[in-house]
């Protein structure tokens, strides 16, 4: 890793020591550790979405962390850094200790410091995203999260069938990406095509796989394996034909065994959401 890169990362790990003590504070003091940690991906889940549209799709900002060194898995990265575990692990720390808006507001002057930081450093970079928007979502969020916890709680349907459906999305979006970067497979129409063509279609397949999961596994009665399973084998046969989907000759096994892995790991998920008590 040569000094450049070397220098734009430093300041992205020391973010990630910073929230990662944050979590585990989180974690260690409250017992509510499985409502907890369904609210953390929740909120992932939702950090994820927020940035499909303002990263993948219009391009609003780029990141910069020299963890690649193709430019546009960087920024993926650097956005996986971002909405994975900097905002977060603090919306979570926020919600479980129940601060208020006094440290709310702290909170987002120091992200918007930060933002304003990186973009001087040259790790980050507007395009046509400003801090002000930042600043002005940021307390959004953190409402989000707060009112998510609270129904979680109360055991509310709507919020335990998103939530599953967020473990899904976020586990799938994951798993492609190290497979991407790995060079196992990769989604675009024809033989050559972008990274970000990649970057738009992943997430699209993963919501459509994870609503469909998520839809057969709220009944647990009526849960049955085979059929996500199936639906997976479906869309993957589809989107090879119509050469959307390129996956690595050598690796084909390997990545339908990981997709079995996700559909059981999805029966895990559901028992996690729907076997938390209301109020317990």
Known sequence: MNLKRKKHL????????????????TFYKNKDRKRLFILLVSNIGLAYFFEYFVVNLFNGYSYKPGVFKNN???????AILSQAIYVPFTALFITAFR???????????????????????????????????????LPIYFFIS?????????????IQFFSLYHFIVVTCVNVLFIKAVRNKVKFGRGYFHSWREHFILVPLYSMVIALFSAWQLKDSKGYNIGKVMGFQLIIDNVLE????????????????????????????????????????
């Open 10 to 25: 430093l300041p992205y790990a020391l973010l990630l020591i910073i929230h990662s003590v944050l979590l585990f504070y």
């Open 241 to 280: 034909r119509g050469s959307w989907l390129k996956v690595n000759g050598e690796h084909k096994l390997n990545h339908y065994l990981s997709q079995l892995t996700m559909s059981i790991l999805s029966i895990f998920y559901r028992d996690l959401v729907y076997k938390n008590k209301a109020n317990s």
């Open 99 to 137: 601060l208020g808006w006094k440290y709310k507001l702290v909170t987002v002057i120091y992200f918007g410091v930060v933002e304003a930081f990186y973009v001087r450093l040259g790790i980050y970079t507007h395009m046509w995203w400003r801090t002000i928007y930042t600043v002005f979502l």
């Open 72 to 78: 546009y898995i960087d920024k993926i990265m650097g």
């Open 146 to 158: 707060d009112k998510w916890y609270e129904q979680l709680k109360k055991g509310n349907p709507a």
